[in-house]
């Protein structure tokens, strides 16, 4: 058994280029591996056909490491948008359909998922609301010139508004590409524009408003805590 835990670690470090700083970090890292890859066998069984589990780029990471690279400070709160009430006018809405969203980002070991969610945001409301081509912007921007210095020990959506709005917008990705590192001494928010914003709401907590909003407006970022995610495989829901 240990022999075929060893052949997985192996096949795993190769497939997702890991590499450790010493044998005692090796031996942490694969008792790690051994107790995520447990845990996911232990959820697909439990599962009810709807998601799959298994082997992922963060199975050698513990919760208390995976937590602030990919998941939600705890304590976030703030002033909620008022929603108008009523029924849904549309039974599905995917904004894919209408052009409106970039394509899939991977954040790489960076807890940087705040600021691709709101970067992503903004990409679709400049193409919805502007009327502009759809244009990928720069992430690393948000992490190099963020006004609340969040970089990749993981951070909230409304600290990269705040920066795309203090530096009167972002530059595209081409012109300022992704690093997988925040570079706060390295700040280029004299890049020319792609893109910028007016202001930015935060909605109530309910699923109701939200779809609302989605449905008469445009995509939303949605910030959720979910350790499943560590071990669950990009295929299926839940």
């Known amino acids: 058994m240990t022999l075929e835990l060893m052949d997985k670690f192996k096949d795993f470090q190769i497939r997702y280029n890991k590499s450790y700083e010493d044998q005692a970090e090796y031996v942490r890292r694969f008792k ?30 513990s919760g208390i490491l995976y937590a602030p690279r990919f998941g939600m400070p705890s304590g976030w709160a ?16 995917d904004w894919r359909k209408r052009g409106a969203i970039t394509s899939v980002k991977n954040q790489g070991s960076c807890g940087s998922c705040w600021a691709f969610a709101a970067v992503g945001n903004a990409e679709s409301m400049w193409y919805l609301r502007a009327g502009k081509r759809l244009v990928s912007l720069s992430v690393q921007e948000v992490l190099d010139c963020g006004r609340c210095r969040d970089g990749c020990q993981g951070g909230y959506p409304e600290d990269a508004f705040i920066t795309m709005w203090f530096n009167r917008g972002l530059a595209s990705e081409k012109d300022y590409p992704y690093k997988v590192r925040a570079r706060p001494n390295r700040c280029q928010a004299n890049k020319t524009r792609a893109a910028w914003i007016h202001d930015f709401i935060t909605l109530p907590k309910d699923e109701m408003s939200m779809a609302r909003y989605v449905a008469d407006n445009g995509p939303i970022v949605v910030s959720i805590k979910m350790p499943q995610l560590q071990v669950r495989l990009g295929v299926g829901l839940f």
């Open 78 to 93: 703030n002033q909620m948008a008022s929603i108008p009430e009523g029924p849904l006018l549309k039974e599905t809405c």
């Open 32 to 61: 790690i591996f051994v107790q995520n890859l447990a845990r996911a066998r232990k959820l697909q069984e439990e599962d009810v056909g709807t998601a799959e589990y298994g082997v992922t780029p963060f199975s050698d990471l």
